[in-house]
């Protein structure tokens, strides 16, 4: 399990996040639903260490952060990291050489899923398909966790639905996954537990079945009356 406690994090002088406190548990895909700026690409950010963060805990299997997590909890940002000049084959092997965890016959499996070809330069390569490659390079590896920041930004309806595949199929189901999408409507029957951020808080955590069966509401209907209050 990740585990966020009382996270506060300021950005010159004004507090991004806090006290925010939620889990991410493995087997399931938790929502993290906030507004433009409410701090969603923060916590990714900070649950792997990219930015510090001023008071509170976070924990990975209930020890904190260190770099022994990189091997555990892979992070699919939402734009390339990779060297422009490389072709997909290289950084394919730039990563296999970075990650113990790096399972080389998933990344050829996932190239041939999302109909990458190997050879292409990075540099060149659409927002969609960079999109698709960023996932490639974040399912890869044999991680527990999995961090997706807006996998959807900018995707064809067509590309939408392959990488929503992604989501029911054994590629993720063993996995925790930490997912933004401002898309929520279109994905929201993959999401298992959504966390919506208020205030640099969770103004609210549920689990999406029993918020439809017990009271009949969909994500986006509790999204209107938590922002509405
Ligand atoms: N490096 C930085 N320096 C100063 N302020 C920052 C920095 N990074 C983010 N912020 C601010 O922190 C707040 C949260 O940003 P963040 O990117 O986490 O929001 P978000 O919820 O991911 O937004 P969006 O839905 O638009 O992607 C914003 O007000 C942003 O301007």
Same mark, same amino acid.
């Given at each position: 399990m990740i585990e966020l406690k009382g996270v506060r994090k300021r950005y010159r002088g004004r507090n991004v996040l806090n006290g925010l406190s939620f889990t991410v548990e493995k087997g399931s895909i938790t929502?993290? %639903? /906030?507004?433009? /700026?409410?701090?969603?690409?923060?916590?990714?950010?900070?649950?792997? /260490?990219?930015?510090? %963060?001023?008071? /509170?805990?976070?924990?990975i299997d209930g020890k904190p952060r260190g770099r022994w997590m990189y091997e555990k909890v892979s992070f699919v940002p939402d734009h390339l990291t990779m060297p422009l000049a490389m072709k997909m084959s290289e950084g394919l092997t730039f990563m296999a050489d970075f990650y113990a965890s790096w399972n080389a016959e998933r990344a050829a499996e996932l190239m041939r899923f999302f109909q990458l070809d190997p050879g292409e330069k990075i540099g060149n390569l659409s927002k969609g398909t960079a999109a698709k490659f960023n996932l490639v390079l974040g399912l890869a590896p044999n991680s527990d966790y999995v961090l997706m920041d807006e996998p959807f930004s900018g995707i064809d309806l067509f590309s939408r639905e392959t990488i929503a595949d992604v989501f029911s199929s054994e590629l993720i189901e063993e996995r925790g996954v930490l997912l933004t999408t401002h898309e929520i409507g279109e994905v929201e029957h993959l999401i298992d537990k959504a966390v919506i951020m208020q205030d640099g808080k969770a103004g609210m955590e549920f689990d999406c079945e029993t918020m439809r069966s017990e009271e009949g509401k969909s994500i986006v209907d509790v999204m209107r009356e938590v922002y509405s209050r």
């Open positions: 929502c993290l %639903i /906030g507004m433009n /700026g409410a701090g969603k690409s923060t916590v990714m950010k900070a649950i792997m /260490g990219l930015v510090p %963060i001023k008071e /509170g805990q976070i924990l």
